[in-house]
């Protein structure tokens, strides 16, 4: 039995694809969860237009995260954070403080999207790579300075 996919199921393929299956598991899993419809030339044609809307979709998406990306390189953010003797700071900085300087800035980014791979512990100047979309990431200069 032919069934279009409407999301990616591991090991049978991605959302949008047309795949042939056992009857039983089309009519008694895939049907009934809503994973996939019956692939007849409606549901085909239907797709085809879904699949274009999509496309549009994320090329408007890309073209936005691209602009994001080109604003945030010119622009850095200043976080002001207790610190010790050789300048290591008294807990440390995380993602969330990163989003709240940006959000400070009028730039909203979600904080799981910037991709610390661990909190900064320390005093200087950082530069912090932050995932705007699938294909986009930009560089986020980070100034981690003493507070007085």
């Avoid at 007849?40 to 090329?59: D, F, G, I």
């Avoid at 610190?83 to 900085?93: M, W, Y």
Wanted: hydrophobic share 40%; with cysteine.
């Amino acid at each position: 039995m032919e069934v279009i996919l409407k999301q990616e199921i591991p090991g049978l393929g991605k959302a949008g694809d047309v795949v042939k299956v056992a009857d039983g598991y089309a009519r008694n899993y895939l049907i009934p969860r809503k994973m996939a419809v019956l692939a007849t030339e409606k549901a085909k044609k239907a797709l085809e237009k879904e699949m274009k809307m999509l496309t549009s979709k994320r090329e408007k998406e890309t073209l936005e995260a691209r602009r994001l990306a080109e604003k945030l390189s010119n622009i850095s953010c200043t976080i002001r954070a207790r610190a010790g003797e050789n300048d290591r700071l008294f807990g440390s900085v995380t993602a969330a403080d990163i989003a709240k300087a940006l959000e400070e800035q009028e730039i909203h980014v979600d904080r799981r999207n910037i991709l610390l791979e661990e909190p900064i512990k320390e005093l200087g100047v950082f530069s912090v790579p932050v995932k705007l979309h699938q294909d986009v990431t930009a560089e986020v200069k980070v100034w981690v300075i003493k507070e007085e």
